[in-house]
């Protein structure tokens, strides 16, 4: 399977480790990541805020680059998808689209609408299957028990994302128990992380990571994993905060969803990225006992 | 066995009475309902069965939205809720009462703060003293103003947004999604004379702390999309006055970030947003990722193609936009 990849911003600058755990697992699973130095970044939701027909416009030419290529595109972070699919829906509107396409005219590029966005989650679970995925295991993750935290751009609003209940997803447990893990049920799971206002208010937004991993802990979850780096950042990257302002430890190590596939696959916690994790995730690691895989 | 065409239904259902109570909890209740019944019925129901059972309600048709309450943990209009597809997908059917709101009793929880955040805002039509109102009659609209309201005006304040809030939960000075978007359709409305006072009054700690996560989005039972005109607000607040907090600053510097290199340089981004003072605050914070994540303090390499995003960014940003 041949995709272009749209690793985003963060997977090639703080969160690279998510980067190397999707090179990593896609090789082993058989998908071609085809790589395009042109791409924009996706606006991450901010542009959007400050301009929306400019985030749609810079969107439809990251777009415009897979469709050239008749490619659709991969994405490893829920708030990329989020943003590339709605601006997919937006240019189904007539004013919009003549205002974006007369913008990237001037530019000489020309977007059909055929690029379809897909999330590595997606891709695992809907086009290569979990029943594909199983039998790769080679170092099936028992005795682990994983909270998925699903991201809200990868779910909603479910209007414009099409596809899957937004209320109650289910892809990414149904993934999380094809390597062996058991998946945790929680409230949280499709939760807002509070990345978006961490630089607005940042106790607020620790507030709202912690009630999740709370969450995620007290229905059992050894560890979290997540579809998005931004989420990975709130949960991980500024978890000590979190555990500052609520008064209380978290220690909740938590995984990029390649990573966890990764070390299903037999990938090392250096080969997937896990040594630069904030939080540390020898905990998790240990529940699934030695990091030796049988040859 | 249940008769024919009806189901068994196991209801559990919060109670709580926080004069004798000193927790919540579930009380088991089984009817045998047709799939199409509301949640409502089965609930009144079980009040001619429990007359203690407390909860509000009133037509019965999806219009007042005293009735709104969690099923299953999703937020519902129970009146428009059957218990069919609950039963299929849960095997039971849990309610409890609205979050973010204090319980009374039941499921009747004190709507004082929903409330509140909405009176501040004024929700009334404030006539614009240069074009006063019509003397006596109406003050028509054309139907391209009213569409200007998008969904607004179907708002019937249940508060199940309100209830779905994660930025409600964790911060009180958040006005929540109803509140906000009432508040877009008066700062649209062609006839209000404080449209541009509305939108600088709610800045501080209002519009941006919204997570745009769409919970209220999903929530609305008369899909009003309250973060999609969270969004339009805050896009017409920055053409209004500029980044101005915290908030503002991160989009408008998020924007200016990406127009420099088309990929995002996040140590720049961290100085467009804070103050100074800020910005010391979080060095231990910024030292330790970037112990772990020396990307972190790196500038990233432009991108191929940079030219064609400034052309974009030149045609659809420093032009003058039309709009508010």
């Known amino acids: ?295 | 066995m249940a008769e024919e065409g009806l189901v068994h239904v196991p209801i559990d259902l919060y109670r709580f009475d926080p004069a004798t109570d000193k927790a919540p909890r579930y009380q088991r209740f089984e009817l045998d309902l047709a799939p199409h019944t509301p949640v409502l019925t089965a609930l009144l129901k079980i009040r001619e069965m429990d007359p203690s059972v407390t909860l509000r309600y009133s037509c019965r048709s999806a219009i007042c939205g005293s009735c709104a309450m969690i099923v299953n943990s999703k937020s519902r209009l129970a009146c428009q809720t059957p218990v069919g597809p609950e039963l299929e997908a849960h095997g039971r059917i849990v309610i409890d009462p609205m979050r973010n709101l204090p319980v009374i009793r039941d499921l009747v929880v004190e709507m004082t703060g929903f409330w509140g955040h909405y009176k501040k805002l004024q929700p009334h039509l404030i006539p614009d003293p240069h074009h006063p109102l019509p003397e006596g009659r109406e003050s028509p609209m054309s139907p391209a103003q009213v569409e200007m309201f998008k969904e607004t005006p179907r708002c019937i304040a249940c508060g199940s947004c309100y209830s779905a809030c994660p930025a409600v939960e964790a911060d009180p000075e958040f006005p929540g999604p109803m509140a906000l978007a009432k508040l877009y359709r008066f700062v649209v409305d062609p006839r209000d004379g404080a449209r541009r006072d509305r939108l600088l009054r709610i800045q501080p700690g209002g519009l941006w702390l919204c997570l745009r996560c769409h919970l209220c989005t999903e929530s609305c039972p008369k899909d009003v999309e309250p973060s999609q005109r969270i969004r339009d607000l805050k896009e017409m607040a920055i053409q209004l006055q500029g980044a101005t907090e915290n908030g503002s600053r991160h989009a408008v510097g998020f924007k200016e970030n990406i127009r420099e290199r088309g990929t995002l340089n996040e140590l720049k981004l961290v100085r467009q947003t804070y103050m100074p003072l800020d910005m010391l605050a979080r060095i231990p914070q910024g030292l330790r990722m970037a112990r772990r994540k020396p990307e972190f303090i790196r500038t990233p390499p432009k991108i191929a193609g940079l030219d064609e995003v400034e052309k974009l960014y030149q045609i659809l940003d420093d032009a003058p936009r039309e709009g508010t």
């Open chain 1, 1 to 295: 399977m041949r995709l272009a990849y749209y690793p985003g911003c963060v997977a090639q600058e703080s969160g690279k480790e998510l980067d190397m755990a999707t090179r990593w697992v896609a090789k082993r699973v058989g998908i071609e990541l085809v790589e395009f130095p042109n791409f924009s970044c996706c606006g991450s939701g901010f542009i959007d805020e400050a301009n929306s027909v400019l985030n749609t416009a810079l969107n439809a030419r990251n777009l415009a680059i897979a469709e050239k290529a008749g490619l659709d595109l991969l994405t490893v972070c829920s708030t990329c998808t989020g943003m590339l699919t709605l601006a997919n829906v937006k240019m189904k509107d007539p004013k919009v689209r003549q205002r974006v396409d007369g913008a990237l005219a001037q530019v000489g590029v020309k977007y059909g609408g055929q690029t379809k966005v897909k999330h590595l989650l997606q891709v695992l679970t809907e086009e290569i299957g979990t029943a594909k995925i199983a039998p790769m295991v080679r170092r099936p993750l028992k005795g682990l028990k994983v909270g998925a935290f699903y991201g809200c751009h990868l779910i909603r609003p479910a209007k414009e994302l099409g596809g899957g209940s937004p209320e109650e997803p289910h892809q990414f447990e149904d993934l999380i128990a094809a390597l062996g893990a058991e998946p945790v049920m929680y409230r949280g799971r499709v939760m807002c992380c509070g990345f978006p206002i961490l630089f607005v208010r940042e106790p607020t937004a620790n507030r709202i990571a912690a009630t999740q991993i709370d969450d995620a802990r007290a229905h059992g979850a050894d560890a979290m994993a997540t579809p998005c780096p931004l989420c990975h950042l709130s949960l991980d990257g500024f978890q000590n905060q979190a555990a500052k302002v609520v008064g209380h430890d978290l220690h909740m190590p938590v995984f990029h969803l390649p990573q966890l596939v990764g070390l299903a696959l037999g990938g090392t916690p250096e080969e997937l990225g896990l040594p630069r994790h904030l939080v540390a995730t020898d905990s998790a690691l240990a529940k699934i006992g030695s990091v030796a895989v049988p040859a």
